[in-house]
């Protein structure tokens, strides 16, 4: 009678620290795709965001070569664009949360329970 309750404990035992090492992995992999799918749409995001930024400084560069010339002084035009730079920035500012970090945060959380 004691051989088998002691062979049932074992087995038992064997099934739990099976089961333990099973939940382990699976939520290793699990951490590890969420952290890919993550950092693939950043990456992406980013490359595109650098893509922008780039056509933004040339056509900046190119306005305010034009305005200049409109102005009559060179350094005019990149006055101009400079100030309409802070504008745009000021209104940055105030809707930073509205428009940058909710949607950010947002598309992390949906990222992390897909």
Do not use: C
């Amino acid at each position: 009678m004691e051989t088998i309750k002691s062979g049932s404990i074992d087995a038992l035992y064997e099934r739990i620290e099976t089961f333990g090492k099973t939940t382990l992995e699976l939520s290793k992999l699990k951490t590890v795709a969420i952290t890919s799918k993550i950092m693939t749409t950043l990456v992406a995001r980013m490359g595109l965001m650098l893509m922008v930024s780039m056509f933004l400084l040339v056509s900046s560069v190119g306005l305010s070569l034009y305005l200049g010339d409109l102005l009559g002084k060179l350094y005019y035009g990149f006055f101009v664009v400079g100030a309409f730079y802070f504008l745009i920035s000021i209104i940055f500012y105030f809707f930073l949360h509205k428009w940058v970090e909710k949607p950010v945060s947002n598309l992390l959380i949906s990222q992390i329970l897909d």
